[in-house]
């Protein structure tokens, strides 16, 4: 304190607004971040939902015809989408139909599809949904993103 009584009142001044402002900045950051810390998995999820319809609607044919040429031509089409890890379409008895990495590697798919839905687990967002063709479920699309 005996630093403060030592400076002229020009420099107390602009030592209050300075602190004040810093605050506010340090404030803010923390609002930024803790609002992009829970919207940003909300999002994703919402883009990976909408990205498992197009590709569903896609491999409908495929499925009908079992041709798993056609249907993993479809799940290469994910390359671009750099934050999904690995895709994977299923058949009406819940083997693997299809599938798709990233890096190319064999993934570690789950055996069989769980129940439709998002599912947040260790950084990442799985995404199961049916895929129908006329109101009838004829598998299934599994999508694994990075968040």
């Given at each position: 304190?005996?630093?403060?009584?030592?400076?002229?009142?020009?420099?107390?001044?602009?030592?209050?607004?300075?602190?004040?402002?810093?605050?506010?900045?340090?404030?803010?950051?923390?609002?930024?971040?803790?609002?992009?810390?829970?919207?940003?998995?909300?999002?994703?999820?919402?883009?990976?939902?909408?990205?498992?319809?197009?590709?569903?609607?896609?491999?409908?044919?495929?499925?009908?015809?079992?041709?798993?040429?056609?249907?993993?031509?479809?799940?290469?089409?994910?390359?671009?989408?750099?934050?999904?890890?690995?895709?994977?379409?299923?058949?009406?008895?819940?083997?693997?139909?299809?599938?798709?990495?990233?890096?190319?590697?064999?993934?570690?798919?789950?055996?069989?599809?769980?129940?439709?839905?998002?599912?947040?687990?260790?950084?990442t967002v799985i995404l199961f949904n049916r895929i129908q063709l006329d109101g009838e479920v004829i598998g299934s699309i599994y999508l694994l993103s990075d968040l």
């Amino acid at each position: 304190m005996r630093f403060l009584r030592n400076i002229t009142i020009k420099s107390k001044l602009m030592l209050i607004i300075m602190l004040t402002s810093g605050a506010a900045v340090v404030l803010a950051c923390a609002a930024f971040i803790g609002y992009e810390s829970v919207e940003l998995p909300k999002d994703t999820a919402a883009e990976l939902a909408t990205l498992a319809e197009m590709t569903a609607a896609h491999t409908t044919a495929p499925l009908s015809f079992e041709d798993h040429r056609s249907a993993e031509e479809t799940l290469t089409a994910l390359r671009p989408e750099i934050h999904i890890i690995e895709a994977c379409v299923y058949d009406k008895a819940g083997r693997i139909f299809a599938r798709y990495t990233r890096d190319g590697g064999a993934g570690s798919f789950p055996a069989a599809p769980r129940q439709p839905g998002q599912y947040f687990e260790r950084g990442t967002v799985i995404l199961f949904n049916r895929i129908q063709l006329d109101g009838e479920v004829i598998g299934s699309i599994y999508l694994l993103s990075d968040l």
